[in-house]
């Protein structure tokens, strides 16, 4: 790939969190039975008339301003014509030169390097229906049904310059993009539901600036597909010119069970979607003080809350990234802190243990995630013991305080009791003290951890640590040598 310059562009579709559609009253509820949620309007019968939904642009005006656009105080709606049988009206109504928002801006870590790629327009438009394919895919299916369901479900197409330079930071980009979506709290998201979907475009360059074809790739359902059929198709790009060949502009489609690209239609020239003014709709014109009122509600974005929790707490880059990326984490980790708790101790349980217990399901109050902390931090209960109350916490929502004294968990903190099982453990491991004594420190690690286990994780481990120290340093005492 040495020598090549390779360019990716990325158009995001994202269906907005409104209750109903664009243009009528009709629910958007994901999962509803096939054409349950539809009306005359948006099965474009004759005679019906759109009428737009001021949430949905609210929306569409927050994820703009998330994005760092500009907005247009003055946009019209367009019907772009084409024939498709998820298309019921046969021409769908968007936005074209007069879109909503221009000129975003999204910054995104790719690694450790901060990058920023140019948002060139966001827009509104109705979403089509949904076809369904029998089979796995488009490619073989042998019939096509359609739900009209998601016929009318408002979108904000979302469209980059071609700048990206890797499937790695187009990945890095479509990931940092959804979390600032989800955090604008427009959409939920969901690659797999369809609310988020991305089409890419790609080119490889010869030499920087040589123009090229444009090769578009759809279907790519998870950020797994676009960075892999990013990856084939720029090899497939470079064997193409290595062989001496030209690559042709066309369409792909990602086939996820062969992991490549398959052409799906040449680009014979730009389809000719006919745009015109939509005449059943007016210019969308914005109050200014409303884009200011919208824009005041948006909250603390990802990267400026990953910056305030190392700058505030001193957290590591992996802590703040894991807290940042799950929005439940980052605010459990916040009230837990805000009531004057340690931020690294906290911070390693909920990236820990809490994080691994909610994804699994559920989740656990601040508050009561808080006592149990106090408990651990406080010696009143191990850290292992800290684990099991959690455990129970997350399963069913049992108190702490009320599950540690029904349980009767309490440290071993009792030092006579302690010497004897430290006493057990060294004489069952002769070998290893004698190396410990011969200067290999790092056993100790095995010896705590001996008497953890033979305590079930009860012992208070800062005084196992200094008992064992002391033991050892008397080494001779135990070793029984045979003299
Ligand atoms: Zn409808
Ligand atoms: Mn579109």
């Not at 009122?293 to 948006?298: D, K, Q, V, Y």
């Not at 399901?361 to 902390?373: I, K, M, N, P, R």
């Not at 099991?388 to 903190?413: D, Y």
Request: with cysteine.
């Amino acid at each position: 790939m040495t020598g090549y310059e390779i360019r990716i562009g990325l158009e995001i579709h994202v269906e907005l969190a409104t209750n109903t559609k664009i243009f009528c009253g009709c629910a958007v509820e994901f999962g509803a039975p096939p054409n349950s949620q539809c009306c005359p309007v948006c099965l474009g019968l004759p005679g019906s008339l759109p009428v737009l939904n001021r949430a949905a642009v609210e929306y569409a005006i927050r994820a703009a301003l998330a994005l760092n656009c500009t907005i247009n105080l003055y946009s019209e709606f367009v019907r772009k014509n084409y024939f498709y049988p998820d298309l019921p009206k046969a021409f769908q109504i968007t936005q074209d030169d007069k879109p909503l928002a221009v000129n975003g801006l999204l910054r995104y870590y790719l690694g450790d390097e901060l990058m920023e790629t140019q948002i060139t327009r966001l827009h509104l438009e109705e979403e089509a229906g949904k076809s369904i394919h029998s089979g796995e895919s488009i490619i073989g299916s042998e019939y096509t049904s359609v739900d009209y369901n998601r016929a009318g479900i408002p979108l904000a197409e979302i469209v980059t310059a071609p700048t990206m330079n890797s499937p790695a930071q187009a990945r890095a980009f479509l990931e940092q993009l959804r979390l600032v979506l989800q955090y604008a709290g427009v959409s939920d998201c969901k690659m797999e539901n369809g609310s988020l979907r991305c089409d890419a475009n790609i080119t490889v360059h010869p030499e920087p600036g040589m123009r090229v074809e444009k090769v578009e790739i759809k279907n790519l359902n998870s950020f797994r597909a676009l960075e892999r059929a990013l990856a084939y198709e720029a090899e497939r790009q470079v064997r193409v010119l290595e062989r001496g060949g030209t690559v042709m502009p066309e369409t792909r489609t990602w086939d996820e069970r062969a992991q490549k690209t398959v052409r799906m239609r040449v680009k014979a020239g730009a389809p000719d979607y006919r745009y015109f003014p939509e005449p059943d709709l007016p210019p969308l014109e914005l109050d200014a003080a409303w884009i200011e009122e919208i824009r005041s509600t948006l909250p603390e974005l990802p990267l400026e809350k990953e910056a305030r929790y190392q700058e505030a707490y001193g957290l590591s880059t992996y802590d703040t990234g894991v807290l940042v990326r799950a929005p439940q984490l980052a605010q459990v980790f916040e009230a837990t802190v805000a009531q004057g708790r340690d931020p690294k101790f906290v911070a390693n349980w909920v990236t820990g243990d809490y994080a691994h217990l909610a994804r699994l399901g559920g989740t656990v109050s601040a508050e009561h995630f808080g006592q149990l902390l106090d408990m651990i931090s406080s010696g009143a209960i191990s850290a292992a013991q800290g684990k099991t109350v959690l455990q129970e916490m997350f399963a069913r929502g049992v108190s702490p305080r009320e599950f540690v004294a029904e349980m009767g968990f309490t440290v071993i903190a009792d030092r006579d009791f302690l010497g004897k099982v430290i006493r057990e453990v060294l004489t069952g491991h002769p070998e290893l003290v004698e190396r410990y004594c011969n200067g290999e420190d790092r056993l100790l690690g095995f010896f705590v951890g001996q008497v953890m286990k033979a305590t079930n994780g009860r012992a208070e481990p800062r005084l196992v640590n200094k008992l064992l120290v002391e033991a050892l340093a008397e080494g001779r005492n135990w070793q029984p040598r045979a003299e």
